[in-house]
């Protein structure tokens, strides 16, 4: 099982619509989770750290599930601007004897229509 | 924009060769992680610095090694380039080993090893 697994996509999605995207991870130690956008042929930016409170960012809403080790986006209202890879990212919990780095999935590619 | 900055932007080697990339991390930081990212994946972590010395390894073979200099800027170096190694090199700068950190990725350096 991968460590980190995304439904690669594309999602191709009228501007204005909801989307929503999933990941799971299989560390179940796993300390902290993130969301980042990556443009084409660009490095990955930060969009939002994931709590198990929930939180949201503007229109973006992220969600974390510890007990099914499950992750999730949503993006509300859709502009064309938000077309991008989005990767699911956990680090896993500092052991100690070094740092592990953090795991990405493959990404999600988000293609937002006119 | 991250303030991580990598060089050269682009590189074209031969297999066999040895390369060197550069980065120079947020200011602040004190800790550099190195990744690579394929066409079509997501990064996989090589190796964190934190205070000049390997602060952790992912599954990179040791002819990937690295440095980290006083000011915290780093170096990846690959010896016996193969050609799998081309790829995208992003380096990541943070403050601190806990886990959890958010990193910041600088603008990467294409690798093309013919």
């Known amino acids: 099982r991968k460590e980190v697994e995304q439904d690669p996509g594309p999602f191709n999605v009228p501007e204005g619509a909801t989307v929503a995207f999933n990941c799971t991870y299989s560390n179940s130690a796993s300390q902290s989770f993130f969301w980042y956008r990556q443009d084409c042929r660009k490095e990955p930016k930060l969009l939002m750290s994931?709590?198990?409170s929930g939180n949201e960012d503007g229109r973006f809403t992220a969600q974390l599930n510890r007990a099914s080790q499950y992750i999730s986006l949503l993006i509300r209202d859709s502009k064309l601007s938000d077309s991008a890879t989005y990767l699911c990212v956990v680090n896993p919990r500092y052991s100690g004897g070094g740092a592990d780095g953090l795991t990405f999935g493959k990404g999600t590619h988000l293609i937002i229509q006119p | 924009e991250t303030g991580v900055t990598q060089s050269p932007t682009h590189l074209i080697k031969t297999r066999g060769q040895q390369v060197t990339l550069r980065c120079s991390s947020q200011s602040g930081h004190n800790t550099v992680s190195w990744y690579q990212q394929a066409l079509g994946q997501g990064p996989q972590f090589i190796f964190q610095y934190y205070r000049e010395e390997e602060n952790g390894r992912g599954n990179f073979p040791p002819r990937f090694s690295g440095l980290q200099f006083p000011n915290y800027s780093s170096e990846l170096n690959v010896n016996a380039l193969e050609l799998d190694d081309s790829a995208l090199y992003l380096c990541?700068?943070?403050?601190?080993?806990?886990?959890?950190?958010?990193?910041?990725f600088g603008p990467g350096t294409r690798l093309l090893v013919l």
């Open positions: 994931v709590y198990s």
């Open positions: 990541a700068s943070s403050l601190g080993t806990r886990g959890g950190e958010t990193q910041y």
